[in-house]
């Protein structure tokens, strides 16, 4: 779950700074194996799976979908590992993510002041901080032929919204 977390938090820092694109390692490394931070996981007989960096990168393109722009949010965290960023177009937030990459405290957000009205949300989420599989996003995984469709979203309106402890949140608006 690590890996998803932290492949997000930085595709959302890297994009903040006008960053274009990212290349992030697959396949057999320059160590002769295929890492556990590679987003495709090759179990060496044909088989590939998508890996834990997969997620975040799923998590990336359903934020910045129809949101261009990244800006992050001067907030205070309260002693919570916590970052969070605006997503939008033309000046109107779209979406709002928030990582939480907090071991021991879950989070609780306010974005009712953003106006974005009902929002629809994504969650990031594993079985343990540790987790390299059973990572779902959206309440599902990404299935053997590679296709990913989202269950039913959290609807929320913007007040007092979880992120649990080591897990990951896009809201978007509906």
């Known amino acids: 779950m690590l890996g ?7 595709m959302l820092l890297l994009a903040q700074y006008g960053c274009a694109g990212v290349n992030i ?12 931070y590679t987003p495709i996981q090759d179990d060496g007989e044909g ?13 990336f393109v359903a934020a910045l979908t129809g949101s261009p722009q990244v ?17 939008g177009a033309g000046g109107k ?4 993510v928030a990582v939480n990459r907090d071991k021991s405290q879950d989070a609780y957000l306010s974005v ?15 079985p343990s901080p540790d987790s390299k599989s059973g990572i779902t996003f959206g309440g599902c995984w990404v299935d053997a032929d590679g296709r990913w469709t989202p ?14 402890r080591m897990s990951a949140l896009v809201l978007r608006c509906r």
Not at 4 to 10: E, G, N, Q, R, V
Not at 48 to 59: E, F, I
Not at 71 to 87: A, E, H, K, R, T
């Open 93 to 96: 937030p779209r979406a709002v």
């Open 71 to 87: 800006l992050s949010v001067d907030f205070d965290p309260q002693g919570i590992n916590l970052s969070c960023c605006i997503c």
């Open 112 to 126: 009712a002041e953003l106006g974005m009205g009902e929002l629809t949300g994504y969650r990031l989420l594993a």
């Open 4 to 10: 998803a977390l932290w492949t997000l938090d930085y």
């Open 47 to 59: 088989t590939n799976t998508a890996g834990a960096p997969y997620y975040g990168m799923l998590a």
């Open 151 to 164: 269950k039913s979203p959290d609807h929320t309106f913007g007040e007092g919204v979880a992120v649990p």
């Open 25 to 36: 390692e697959t396949g057999v490394n320059q160590l002769g194996f295929v890492s556990s």
